[in-house]
């Protein structure tokens, strides 16, 4: 096959203590998932399903990368995730075959415009702006479901310049990981390749350049990156 234009690289990430790598199709992502979050920001937890946005695949970034501050924002936050991938494809899964369609996981940050989403917000409009801008995604390596704890009970955390902003239990999302996998499959075909970023809990807040971000989930390999 020709192309009138080079194709644009293959989006991936890193598998932990291999030299492979997972190849990145479609990148979903749900919001308000933990509580506290939820509250946060204004809202009850219970009052609305799940709500979902997604990122381009290439929105991805390696953990050890520097970023450079977004454009058209003046408050980015972090938003620390446990991160799914999806290694078989399938459409109205249901939650208790979930597992099975789950190749790994890991941890990821949505970067947020947060002025821009709140604008989208007040306006009604997509919030493809605030969440899908380039370099929104950092992730950390995957690790095989395999080889995971047990990452629906396990810390999850975020640290800026060395201070914990973000210290919760992923045992507190409102929606279950088998639950998220089946909610999504209800409105896409999960295929192979497929990322769901799985909600932040509580302790969002700005960042600025110069700011170096760490953070971790129990049983899973850390994601570290900078901002310039």
Not at 62 to 69: F, K, R
Not at 116 to 132: M, N
């Amino acid at each position: 096959m020709s192309f009138v234009i080079p194709p644009p690289p293959q989006p991936s990430v890193a598998i932990a203590g291999a030299s492979a790598r997972f190849p990145v199709r479609r990148i979903f992502c749900v919001g308000r998932n933990y509580a506290d979050h939820v509250r946060e920001m204004g809202n009850d937890p219970k009052s609305e399903p799940p709500l979902f946005f997604t990122k381009p695949a290439d929105a991805v970034v390696e953990s050890g990368a520097e970023i450079p501050y977004p454009t058209n924002t003046t408050n980015l936050h972090h938003e620390v995730e446990l991160v799914i991938a999806i290694g078989r494809g399938g459409s109205a899964v249901d939650e208790q075959d979930a597992p099975a369609h789950i190749w790994g996981y890991a941890v990821g940050v949505d970067l947020t415009r947060r002025d821009r989403q709140g604008e989208a917000k007040k306006a009604g409009t997509p919030w493809d702006v605030a969440k899908g801008f380039d370099r929104s995604a950092p992730i950390g390596a995957l690790t095989p479901a395999a080889a995971c704890g047990d990452v629906a009970n396990a810390r999850i955390w975020l640290k800026v310049n060395g201070e914990i902003r973000q210290d919760a239990d992923t045992r507190d999302m409102i929606w279950t990981i088998p639950e998220i996998v089946a909610a999504v499959s209800r409105w896409w075909d999960l295929q192979p390749g497929d990322l769901i970023f799985t909600g932040s809990p509580a302790g969002v807040s700005a960042l600025e350049r110069g700011d170096a971000i760490e953070c971790g989930i129990d049983g899973l390999a850390p994601l570290n990156f900078s901002i310039y």
